[in-house]
């Protein structure tokens, strides 16, 4: 036969807690919501937090969490987009070369050349200015220091000289020599005299190197200028403003002589005149390596 089953019947202590709760105050109570202890309901404290309602800002202790968002994960490939997007924003903002480099370098290097080409012409000038130098003293004459025969001394034709004369042309090296070393020096020898009479210049080792004499104190009244060389005139230069003669000597006999109008006369001993000066400036070197 069929078998019914039945509901188990509520006991009598069950029944009484069901009709305790279907009460109007009971309902009451429940719908009524409770307060912490700080005074504040649940929603007055989640608004506060800025949570959701029935949320609180951290879990109860042993309440798994649930719809949490998983944290974005960014790629290589993200950022390997993101460093050629700056790379492209920084090539952009670098401005163009438009050749401002170029001529800057070229304007300091002509700067540079200019500064060098200033230089050297300055330096040359000095030098040229040495070699004559010409100032006022007490009695207004100008007062010389220096020659300037190095045009004469560096001469190559040796006019009517025979040219395969060996001994000749070495006779004129050796004065060209003599001379140079003396004007080179200078500046460093002794000097004895007093300018618009005469100087007197010694060499290191006491021996005069070179005489001159200003025209106040000269019969013919130019400059004359004496060189020697182990106390023996070698070398005599006469000049007044333009009009210059040059004399050479070897061993006391004058080897050539080139006149006011720069023509060379070399061992011209038929030549009257020739002779006669070279007598002359001879004569007068000695008179004043005696002085």
């Given at each position: ?91 952009g903002s670098v401005p163009e070369n438009d050749g401002n480099d170029d001529d800057r370098r070229k304007r300091k290097g002509i700067f540079r050349m200019l500064i060098t080409a200033g230089i050297l012409v300055v330096l040359i000038g000095g030098i040229l200015a040495v ?161």
């Open positions: 036969m069929p078998v019914s089953i039945q509901p188990d019947k509520p006991i009598a202590g069950e029944i009484a807690k069901n009709a305790a709760r279907n009460t109007p105050k009971a309902q009451s109570t429940i719908q009524k919501p409770q307060k912490s202890a700080s005074g504040k309901t649940a929603s007055e404290k989640d608004s506060l937090s800025g949570y959701p309602s029935g949320r609180s800002r951290q879990s109860d202790p042993g309440i798994r969490k649930t719809g949490a968002v998983k944290p974005r994960v960014t790629s290589i490939t993200d950022l390997e987009d993101d460093r050629d997007q700056n790379l492209q924003e920084w090539e070699r004559t130098i010409r100032k006022p003293v007490d009695n207004g004459e100008p007062s010389y220091t220096d020659s300037d025969d190095s045009d004469a001394l560096n001469k190559g034709n040796f006019g009517t000289a025979d040219n395969s004369d060996k001994s000749f042309a070495q006779a004129m090296e050796t004065i060209r020599d003599h001379a140079t070393t003396i004007e080179n020096a200078l500046d460093s020898y002794r000097r004895e005299g007093t300018e618009g009479d005469r100087l007197r210049f010694y060499n290191g080792s006491g021996e005069i190197a070179k005489v001159l004499v200003y025209p106040g104190s000269s019969a013919d009244g130019v400059y004359e200028e004496y060189f020697y060389w182990g106390e023996q005139m070698f070398y005599t230069y006469v000049w007044d403003g333009d009009e210059k003669q040059y004399f050479y000597y070897q061993d006391g006999l004058l080897i050539r002589w080139i006149d006011a109008d720069g023509k060379v006369h070399d061992k011209e001993s038929d030549n009257d005149k020739y002779v006669e000066l070279g007598d002359k400036y001879w004569s007068n070197s000695v008179v004043e390596l005696q002085q």
